[in-house]
């Protein structure tokens, strides 16, 4: 098992998304040498002159509700002057794939060596300096010169005091007075813009149901609907640029229904909570992550066939089979549901081919 592997075995759970990273992150941590971000940003400090500065390296999916937050998070470490990367994957909110997380240790190789704390290694250099300049390169041919121009600025910012990043940091400078690439730049804003946009009306829906008001119902049926509409415009477009926010604003209404409806139901209010698990799975129907919430919120709340229902769903989706049914076992909602048939046939596993 490669040492990125490792990091994604201790990651994963009952096929949850990547957990956030801690919002109180400090410059001022002595024992930090680098942080590796998959998915959330934190809030960088400005350090004092006799402190240190750790090195980050953000990961980020084109698909992640959270993708604006790592480009500014990325944005804020560079006025700062921490040392940074940022890679961008195509997907959703996960855990970035093995390779990002090779190249993730790859560049903190890199920083120690520029630090001091790793002796100088001159083929590793070589090799990820080749890397970097095909990937940079390779953005360029493909037209997207908004990201080639990232990608060369950060190759340089990365080399400089290991290598000859001359050629890197020229060819940044002359994509920078494209037009395209400022034309990126503002493109990127918008989409940014447009995601707020698409989840306002929703999330002001998803706080007002919070409240015990007479026409509940229909506040609910309403949101269900919007949420319904969104899914179904990200589902036909086509159009890569506008795909990205769809998905991304329906990223963000599913976790903001599951975080409201996981906090309801630490307040044991399960009736309500299952109202948020539900909306989400309209945002998610194929989460197991979701479906397996309903599950617990219906059984809390009486709904025995519902429950049911939601956890064979959450088997079906879920990448984990063996955790899956451990966590059957184990989760006290459903206590009365076990030992009857229908409970049992969800504690086997699936025959190995």
Known sequence: ?????????????????????????????????????????????????????????????????????MVGT??????????????????????????????????????????????RDDSHIAAQMAQESERARALEQSADLYSAWKEYRQAAETFTGLADAATLRARAEALENDKAVRDGAKRERQEFEDQVRLRHEISSGLAALQQNQANRTEV????????????????????????????????GVMVEAMETGCRLLDQKDARKARDYFELASVAAPD?????????????????????????RQAKTHST???????????????????????????????SQP
């Open 74 to 119: 990325d944005d804020q470490l560079e006025k700062l002057n921490y040392p940074h990367a940022l890679r961008r994957f195509s997907g959703p909110h996960q855990w970035a794939p093995a390779s990002v997380m090779d190249e993730a240790l790859a560049w903190f190789r890199l920083q120690a060596m520029k630090s001091g704390v790793e002796s």
């Open 1 to 69: 098992m490669t040492v990125s592997q490792l990091i994604r075995a201790v990651c994963t759970s009952l096929d949850f998304p990547a957990a956030p990273a801690s919002r109180r992150v400090s410059s001022k941590s002595a024992s930090v040498a680098g942080l590796l971000l998959s998915g959330a940003g934190f809030q960088p400090q400005a350090p004092s002159p006799s402190e240190s500065l750790f090195a980050v390296f953000g990961a980020a999916g084109t698909y992640d509700f959270n993708y604006p937050e």
């Open 287 to 311: 989460s197991a992550w979701v479906l397996s919430n309903t599950a617990v919120a219906r059984a809390m709340d009486g709904d025995r066939k519902g429950a049911l229902a939601a956890l």
């Open 320 to 350: 984990a089979p063996v955790r899956f049914v451990a966590w059957l076992k184990d989760e006290p909602a459903f206590e009365r549901l076990r030992g009857t048939p229908e409970f049992t046939a969800l504690l086997e596993l699936p």
């Open 220 to 251: 609910r049926a309403s949101i269900e609907q919007q949420i319904t509409d969104l899914r179904m415009r990200a589902e036909r477009e086509k159009r890569e640029e506008k795909l990205r926010v769809l998905k991304r604003a329906l990223g």
